[in-house]
Structures are given as structure tokens and as C-alpha cells.
């Protein structure tokens, strides 16, 4: 029997094969070339980058899992825009984040989850919503931290859409409260 967690890694598995682009020679691979791969660069680096591959594939199926799935009652949409790579993702050190507003009020993804690593504090996560209510009143900003528990993403992020698409969406399924 297939799991729904199977489904979703397989499904994963042949989005990443289709959206693989063409990486340039690096010196590596210049090196095991002229070289005649006497010392086996080209495989390393082929190793490394499936592993890479593998790994972002594993994040992804754990934010669809842990996450996009388990809000599906409050934010339907979440997952099908999660899917359809209209949230942008943005891995975070805790600087620039109103650059990347200024950039997503610009692009045409539907919402912008900002992850930060695992020791950031819930205060710190809420004083970045606060400044990117400020200075952006047309978006608004959520923070999301797993020791909260139920409903919040398995890493400290910070979530942000348009004030109004929010809005409008919610009235859709009915449910109107900030």
C-alpha cells in the first residue's frame, strides 16, 4: 500500500527531475577531465550533488508533511501554492528582511515564508513581524515557531501576504479574523 507520505516524496522526486537545470563545468570537473579522472573528482562531485539533491527533496516532503498538510482546515490554499511554487522560501540569518518584502511585493507569489535557524526565539520572530507591519501596512506578517506546538511550522519562520488577497481569501472559506 502507498502512503500518502510515498505519494508526495514520488511526486517531489519527479518535479525536482523536471525543473533539474544544467549546471556549468565547475573546476572540478575541468580538473578529473584533463586529468583523465585519475582521482575520481567528477564522481565526488556527482555524489555530492545527489546528496544535496536528496536533501532538499527530504526538506520539502517534511514541510509538506509536517506543516502544509496538518494547517489544511485553516489554510486550504497553503499546500496547493506550496506546490505550485507560488510561496517563496527564503532561508534567513535574521538580516534583510525588508529587502525580501520589497521583493515579494514585487513578484507574484502569493505568500513569502521566511525561515530562520533553529535557536531563533519566539520574541525575535514576533519583533520582525512587528517591523515588516511597519514599514509594509499593505502586508501582513506572522511568526511561527515549533515550540508552540500545534499548527506552526516545524522551523522558526516568519510568514507574510498581501493584506487584502488574506483577506479576501479567508472570506472564502468563511473565516474573517486576523
Same mark, same amino acid.
Given at each position: ?77 497553503? +499546500? ?17 528582511? +525588508? ?13 513569502? +515564508? ?65
Amino acid at each position: 500500500m502507498v502512503t500518502n507520505g510515498a505519494k508526495v516524496e514520488k511526486f517531489i522526486k519527479q518535479k525536482h527531475k523536471q525543473n533539474a537545470k544544467v549546471e556549468p563545468l565547475t573546476h572540478l570537473d575541468i580538473r578529473a577531465v584533463t586529468k583523465g579522472d585519475k582521482n575520481g573528482y567528477a564522481q565526488k562531485e556527482q555524489r555530492f550533488f545527489k546528496k544535496e539533491e536528496e536533501q532538499r527533496i527530504q526538506e520539502e516532503v517534511t514541510w509538506i508533511k509536517d506543516y502544509f498538510i496538518s494547517i489544511r482546515k485553516l489554510c486550504p490554499w497553503s +499546500l496547493k501554492f506550496w506546490m505550485e511554487e507560488k510561496i517563496l522560501h527564503i532561508k534567513s540569518t535574521g538580516k534583510c528582511e +525588508l529587502t525580501w518584502c520589497a521583493c515579494f511585493t514585487a513578484s507574484k507569489h502569493e505568500a513569502m +515564508l521566511i525561515e530562520y535557524p533553529q535557536d531563533t526565539s519566539v520574541d525575535k520572530l514576533y519583533g520582525i513581524t512587528e517591523k515588516i507591519e511597519k514599514r509594509y501596512p499593505e502586508l501582513i506578517a506572522f511568526w511561527s515557531h515549533p515550540s508552540e506546538k500545534e499548527n506552526n511550522t516545524p522551523k522558526p519562520c516568519v510568514i507574510v501576504q498581501d493584506r487584502r488577497t488574506l483577506t479576501d481569501l479567508r472570506k472564502q472559506i468563511g473565516f474573517e479574523h486576523e
